[in-house]
């Protein structure tokens, strides 16, 4: 007699809608396209994904962390998915399924995969790191989501570049009073800005990075602090107004703001002693490294500070975010190099130009295993910085590709770029 085929099962990978921030990360990285999303999800398909996990280590929120043991032949489609407003259950599977188990037995119940606990391979679409710094504090994530967001008040919101320039760029001020919202350096938010979009549903969330220490904006109080830009020009220069940038430039004191996450877990700052970091910034780019240098500051005097090494880049001095207070920090504290690329009688200069320009000591930086390397910005200033990385370690006769996996290996080299 003969038996029936074993069911193929499928271990299909999903994007839960109910923590994801649509910050198009996924889709970015994905090497094989099989990423998409509509005006409301960012789905997988089960056609294309091949399971190699590049685009788990960049997701902030750890929303493409989710997989479902199901029967290949009823795999949820595409457009099922983008359907969705949270993750299906699980469905039983039948007992003769048989994609790695035997004599027709079904298969375990799958696993909690996440790029701490194993991380995936690196490829060319994740130059970073897929781990933390091994001395990091434990990140809290996600403990407010879209269906419970938490309730801020805004404390302050000052303009930090000059009135006369184009960058309106704000310092926000966020308190949170009695509810607990624990985060590191080197974490985000998401802000949920009031209103619909064209399509009559609510606007999805912004992610912004915090610029704040651990222990708040201001020391020992529950609060947190943004870097926010106007954003009133799409990247080709074409007018556009960025809605939750706008809506939070123009909030006023004692204004409430709806608030997700925190995101974020692996761009955290080193705790051990000695630590050294190289902070390479543009722009807004600039917020985690002020909750960094500003954690460091704090700490002098009651613990050993590693050395502190900052690349800036701006088109001038007016436009550069915290440019006052940045230039009266110690300069035995922190190495501060400013790359403006339009200041007036002054040649073109950008952040990779000063890394080469400061060879030798970022090589002496570079040999200390103790350092850790932190890159924010526009995208695709990822190039520009690891090809003058490579210059700098190629100069000294060393052979960069092996530095890069180590740093990578070792949670050493982190990227958020946007």
């Known amino acids: 007699m003969n038996a029936p085929l074993p069911v193929e099962v499928l271990k299909q990978h999903l994007i839960d809608p109910e923590i994801c921030i649509r910050c198009n990360t996924c889709e970015e990285t994905c090497p094989v396209d099989a990423i998409t999303h509509h005006s409301n999800n960012y789905v997988v398909d089960p056609e294309i994904c091949n399971g190699c996990m590049a685009c788990v280590p960049p997701c902030p929120t750890g929303s493409i962390d989710n997989w479902r043991l199901v029967v290949r032949a009823e795999a949820y489609s595409v457009?099922?998915?983008?359907?969705?407003?949270?993750?299906?259950?699980?469905?039983?599977?039948?007992?003769?399924?048989?994609?790695?188990?035997?004599?027709?037995?079904?298969?375990?119940?799958?696993?909690?995969?996440?790029g701490l606990a194993q991380a995936p391979a690196v490829t060319a679409a994740t130059p970073g790191a897929a781990v933390p710094p091994w001395s990091a504090a434990h990140p809290y994530v996600n403990l407010y989501t879209h269906k419970t967001p938490i309730t801020a008040?805004?404390?302050?919101?000052?303009?930090?570049?000059?009135?006369?320039?184009?960058?309106?760029?704000?310092?926000?001020?966020?308190?949170?009073?009695e509810q607990p919202f624990p985060v590191l350096e080197g974490q985000s938010i998401g802000i949920l800005p009031p209103g619909v979009d064209a399509l009559g549903r609510p606007h999805h969330a912004r992610q912004y990075s915090l610029a704040s220490p651990r222990d708040g904006e201001r020391a020992g109080y529950n609060n947190l602090s943004l870097t926010v830009k106007r954003v009133t020009q799409d990247h080709g220069g074409a007018a556009a107004h960025g809605v939750c940038s706008n809506y939070l430039c123009d909030l006023a004191k004692n204004d409430t703001v709806q608030v997700i996450g925190p995101f974020g877990h692996t761009f955290l700052m080193p705790n051990h002693p000695q630590a050294n970091l190289i902070m390479i910034c543009t722009g807004t780019g600039s917020a985690p490294m002020r909750a960094?240098?500003?954690?460091?500051?704090?700490?002098?005097?009651?613990?050993?500070?590693?050395?502190?090494?900052?690349?800036?880049?701006a088109r001038t001095e007016r436009e550069l975010p915290y440019f006052g207070p940045l230039m009266k920090l110690p300069r035995d504290f922190i190495d501060i190099n400013l790359a403006l690329s339009r200041e007036p009688g002054q040649p073109k200069r950008y952040v990779q130009?000063?890394?080469?320009?400061?060879?030798?000591?970022?090589?002496?930086?570079?040999?200390?295993?103790?350092?850790?390397?932190?890159?924010?910005?526009?995208?695709?200033m990822e190039v520009g910085v690891l090809d003058a990385l490579r210059d700098v370690v190629v100069q000294s006769g060393e052979d960069w590709s092996i530095l890069h996996d180590a740093l990578r290996r070792e949670g050493r080299l982190h990227f958020e770029t946007y």
């Not at 930090?160 to 949170?176: K, P, Q, R, Y």
């Open 79 to 114: 457009q099922d998915q983008l359907g969705w407003e949270e993750l299906p259950q699980e469905k039983p599977l039948p007992v003769d399924a048989a994609a790695g188990g035997e004599g027709g037995q079904p298969m375990p119940a799958p696993q909690p995969e996440s």
């Open 153 to 177: 008040t805004v404390v302050g919101n000052y303009r930090v570049t000059g009135a006369d320039t184009e960058s309106d760029i704000h310092h926000i001020v966020l308190d949170f009073g």
């Open 292 to 313: 960094m240098t500003e954690r460091s500051r704090r700490l002098i005097g009651t613990a050993d500070i590693g050395k502190l090494m900052l690349f800036f880049g």
């Open 353 to 380: 130009d000063l890394i080469r320009e400061r060879a030798a000591h970022v090589r002496g930086l570079l040999a200390d295993r103790n350092t850790c390397i932190y890159v924010c910005g526009l995208k695709g």
